[in-house]
């Protein structure tokens, strides 16, 4: 069981032609069996030992990048990838493969949309997967993100969930136990302050599903743990790992980011030297 390539089938996906190679979309690497954290960890070692960044310098490199060609979209399906093969690793490493499905907690923007490609590979390595988008909205907010959620609706073994209330969590935490992993992407770089609703109950739903015994992966951060100064918010995720991207962060070194985020791996997108000259 093992993360596959979508190239072909993902809607409008293309592939620029990019100097940097194995980059996780198209990566054999990540296709058959899983790679656990340990291995996923050397696989992406380079990436990992490049200078950390903060939130806004990530932020900066991202529309830098989209502004010298490099489709959003495209960023997004690396990043969707690899947070699979995170999910996958942890499931690995934790010897809970089979136990149950993949709880994929999507917010409304484009950290939502890296856990919705993420879906999409993990459901076509077998897994079910239930992708909860958690907003008052029945769509994500940004066009990338709302692209991917649609594009789970043609995909056997995801299932897609709408909670715009926190009753529709507090539902979804009943049996919660039952799930093999849960994935926070609800809320990505540059989030502060107290959480509202439906994200404070869906960060209580994780937080309900670790001590029961559930493993989390964090997408970027743990919602909501500021990437530049590590300051968390009010609930925070805590993570058993934590999957970023292009560079390290400087918020996940700090005290408190050690201690919510768990194992870090970080992964590369394909992010031209250019549009990044930390």
């Known amino acids: ?8 089938d993902s809607p409008d996906f293309r592939s620029p032609e990019r100097d940097e190679p194995r980059l996780p979309a198209d990566d054999p690497a990540l296709r058959g069996e899983p790679l656990d ?22 932020q900066g490199a991202d529309h830098k990048a989209q502004l010298m060609g490099t489709p959003g979209r495209w960023l997004m399906e690396q990043a969707g990838a690899a947070t699979a093969a995170a999910a996958l690793g942890l499931l690995a490493t934790t010897g809970r493969m089979g136990k149950g499905p993949v709880l994929l ?10 856990g919705c490609v ?6 076509r390595t077998g897994l079910r997967v239930v992708v909860v988008l958690v907003s008052g909205e029945p769509r994500p907010g940004t066009p990338d993100a709302a692209r991917n959620w649609d594009a789970l609706a043609a995909v056997p073994g995801a299932e897609r969930i709408h909670a715009a209330q926190p009753r529709d969590l507090q539902m979804l935490g009943q049996g919660v136990e039952k799930a093999a992993v849960v994935v926070d992407a609800l809320l990505g770089t540059g989030v502060r302050g107290e959480l509202r609703e439906p994200v404070r109950s869906a960060v209580e739903l994780a937080l309900r599903a670790r001590s029961a015994g559930v493993p989390v992966l964090a997408v970027d951060t743990p919602t909501a743990l500021d990437l530049t100064s590590g300051d968390p918010s009010d609930p925070v995720v805590r993570a058993d790992a934590t999957i970023t991207f292009h560079r390290p962060k400087v918020g996940l070194r700090t005290r408190n980011g050690r201690a919510l985020a768990g194992r870090v791996l970080v992964a590369p997108i394909g992010i ?3 549009a990044d000259r930390g």
């Open 1 to 8: 069981m093992g993360v596959m390539s979508p190239a072909a």
């Open 37 to 58: 954290l340990d291995a996923l960890a050397l696989h992406w070692h380079a990436t990992a030992s490049r200078s950390p960044m903060t939130s806004e310098e990530m």
């Open 105 to 114: 907690l999507a917010g409304p923007g484009n950290n939502g949309g890296d």
């Open 118 to 123: 993420a879906a999409r590979y993990l459901a």
């Open 272 to 274: 031209p030297v250019d």
